[in-house]
């Protein structure tokens, strides 16, 4: 991840996210600092329901 200045995450085609995607998803904002350089995009509705749920939307959307 060195030099990266920005990274988008697509989710479009993702229809289901587990407890390790999530963990996934947080150990790569809490790598990338500023939240200004990690953007998730496309999020299906049972996937944005899963951040809501967890309470992840402010953290990683």
Known sequence: MEG???LII???KLEYIS???LRVL???RRKI???QNM???NAQPPVMEVFELTG???YLI
Do not use: C, F, P, Y
Request: glycine content about 14%.
């Open 4 to 6: 990266m200045t920005k």
């Open 10 to 12: 697509d989710l479009e």
């Open 19 to 21: 407890s390790a995607g």
């Open 26 to 28: 947080v150990g790569l």
């Open 33 to 35: 600092g500023d939240r």
């Open 39 to 41: 953007a998730i995009k």
């Open 56 to 58: 992840l939307t402010k």
